[in-house]
């Protein structure tokens, strides 16, 4: 760990009036983060979005001191960090225009590799509602043994999916909305506990960051980024699971809603995102598979196929199918990027014209697997 640059990469969060997204074109703008704490402030100050005020917080580098003290919590607690150009950085987030410059986590999951379930709801959850959540997580663990469940570990829904998750031995994140130096609400601290050797807790909060209300309206884009799928189980006309819904249905996720009667105040909102072709309705695992053609592993089927039956790739493309055939399932064309170390744009040029040729098809995610 680079202490040095990781003080840039926590100072700049801590900006006021500085968003994810306007930092992020402030350090393309300087060229690098360290580099806009050594900008002078006249030419700071001439970049679009910036101007005299923010100008004049960002040279007082009165962050940095803050900074570094989050840096002997990090140390002290092996707390990983995750900053938004990084290979280790969530690609499902770097997806998203307006995902958190850093994150944090606490716990033992790779945040890149199996398919990512989001799972949410309200925090009134009924009977009816715990019982589909856990139906659902046990099917998906029997079915899709590599799925990881994300969740707020919220009361209701959130809780009911991570406890889920822990029993039937799937990895589980709960993405929180304040620092890794608590946990909220203080009753969950034993699930917390549970997760962490084979799941994880992710923030973009320092310690000592209060869970406050607006936190967690904002944790939630980083729910609905990071899964591949989102499912809410139950959810009243308002709340923040419909927040997440829309949130995921922006960023192109698949969204899917358990149905419930008419007159159910708590799958009034479910109701509302099939009525509005916002959810897709789905009553058990095997919905999520068929809609998002997830298939079980064939190994044996998928390594057996011939490179020889494509005579007409070229040697960048060979290596695409190289790489493709050690992921049976598939694998989504940013992580395809960054494994191949090219440019998305590159990667998404050589796909398509290999999709053309039938070599390779397109599944729901932007995931790409060899055609059979």
């Not at 925090?123 to 469940?149: F, Q, V, Y």
Request: overall charge neutral; charged content about 25%; glycine content about 8%.
């Amino acid at each position: 760990m680079n202490d040095e640059l990781l003080k840039y990469k926590i100072g700049i969060t801590l900006i006021k009036g500085i968003g994810s997204n306007l930092a992020k074109n402030l350090i393309a703008y300087v060229g690098s983060v360290e580099g806009v704490f050594k900008e002078k402030q006249a030419a700071l100050a001439k970049i679009p979005g910036i101007g005299e005020m923010l100008s004049n917080e960002i040279v007082s580098q009165n962050v940095l001191s803050r900074a570094e003290e989050e840096i002997e919590f990090i140390i002290k607690n092996k707390i990983k960090t995750y900053y938004y150009t990084d290979r280790e950085f969530p690609f499902r987030l770097k997806e998203c225009a307006d995902s958190p410059i850093m994150i944090f986590s606490k716990g033992n999951c790779d945040l890149n590799n199996g398919k990512f379930v989001g799972v949410v709801g309200t925090r009134n959850a009924t009977e009816a509602g715990k019982d589909n959540c856990k139906k659902l997580i046990s099917d998906l663990a029997h079915i899709l043994p590599n799925t990881i469940i994300v969740s707020g570990l919220a009361y209701g829904v959130d809780i009911c999916a991570h406890k889920a998750a822990l029993d039937c031995g799937l990895p589980t994140i709960g993405v929180i909305g304040h620092g890794l130096d608590r946990i909220y609400p203080a009753a969950h601290r034993p699930t917390a506990v549970k997760m962490m050797p084979n799941g994880a807790l992710v923030t973009e909060y320092l310690s000592c960051t209060n869970p406050d209300r607006p936190n967690f309206v904002q944790r939630n884009r980083i729910i609905a980024g990071m899964s591949d799928a989102l499912v809410v189980i139950e959810s009243a006309s308002k709340g923040g699971a419909l927040i997440t819904a829309e949130i995921a249905n922006d960023y192109n996720r698949d969204v899917f809603a358990f149905p419930g009667r008419v007159n159910d105040e708590w799958s009034a909102g479910c109701n509302a995102l099939i009525r509005s072709n916002k959810a897709a309705l789905v009553e058990s695992a095997d919905d999520i598979l068929k809609f998002m053609s997830w298939e079980k592993l064939n190994v044996q089927a998928t390594t057996n196929v011939q490179t020889t039956l494509f005579l007409d790739l070229s040697d960048e493309e060979h290596n695409i199918v190289s790489t493709l055939r050690q992921f049976p399932d598939g694998v989504q064309q940013n992580e395809l990027a960054i494994i191949l170390e090219k440019p998305i744009s590159k990667i998404s040029s050589m796909l398509l014209e290999m999709e053309f040729k039938g070599v390779v098809k397109c599944l729901p995610g932007s995931v790409y697997k060899i055609v059979k």
